[in-house]
């Protein structure tokens, strides 16, 4: 079954996305019909529902207005709408997604409070997640300090210096601070020798040695955030969140956030990474090791 981009009923004045309902107004609905045009409503024949795909399909029916000359009044004939094209469709789906933004917009107007409380509760969440992720990774290697370990001393001190540094990490101003997107991690010894394995690089010696885990924890954020909102006309492939910068994903976010409350900011910065490599959904403090050597491999 195709995924479904955004539902108009026309009858109960109702648009659908992503399992939220909007309602329109009848000066809403007048609006959407003059910018739609008269090869889809006429005085006589009008849309009644229309279900737009997220691979363009779509399923349209009409009523017919048909005057009924042995009752002497008007009746409705419907019937599916079969001869829209795919750019037809495509042009009225951006109008009802523009539409259903207009209104998410005004809902949010009214409820910024807990939309504010809302984010700041998603950046404050991804630095606890950080005290968690250093914890595991702290107790993930503690193996690899015991003297019948199965690795050559050589390893056992590379881990020790990785062990170290994690160690060291709150006393750093980035951390005290909270600057969770100052805070980066060392890649892990796991990921060092797969990447140096003639050791032609001193461990933690160049930047490309340092991670900033708190990047990967916002894509997590983001799509929530973004599930919260409903704002259709900021929906994002994967693609294009991986590619765009810091700066470019903010304006974007920004845009919307100002017409909620002029206060509002998505005020942080991240590195993109490859959403293949991204870390497994659910808490971080149930992150292992091995999930961190994957995701930054």
Known sequence: MAEVKIQLNAVDGSLWYQNTIEKLSESDLDEIKSV???FWWTDNDEITMLTVNMDGSYSCERRKKVW???????????????????KQVLELSDVLLKKFG????????????????????????????LKG????????TDWTQLLDA??????????????????????DPAWMGKNA????????????FEKYPDRDVEYLSVPEHFENQASMQLKLKVTKILKYLKLPLFAISD?????????????????YLKKIDGNL??????????????LPTGPSYNYTIDDINEATS
């Open 265 to 278: 900011e998505f005020n942080v910065q991240f590195k993109t990474f490859d959403s293949d490599n991204s």
């Open 239 to 255: 693609e294009e969140f991986n590619n765009a910068s810091y700066q470019e994903m903010k304006e974007k976010f920004d845009t």
């Open 150 to 171: 199965p690795i050559s001393e050589e390893d056992r001190e590379i881990y020790r210096k990785f062990r170290q540094y994690l160690r060291d990490m709150p006393e």
């Open 102 to 129: 207009e209104l998410r917009v005004k809902k949010l107007q009214s409820e910024k409070d807990k939309v504010s409380n809302f984010l700041s509760t998603q950046y404050e969440g991804i630095f606890s997640s």
């Open 68 to 86: 009924s000359y042995r009752n002497g009044s008007y009746t409705f004939t419907h019937y599916k709408f079969n001869d829209p094209s795919e």
């Open 181 to 192: 997107f100052d805070i980066d991690f060392p890649i892990t010894p796991k990921v060092y």
């Open 133 to 140: 992720l250093r914890n595991r990774m702290l107790v993930d």
């Open 36 to 38: 739609a045009g008269s």
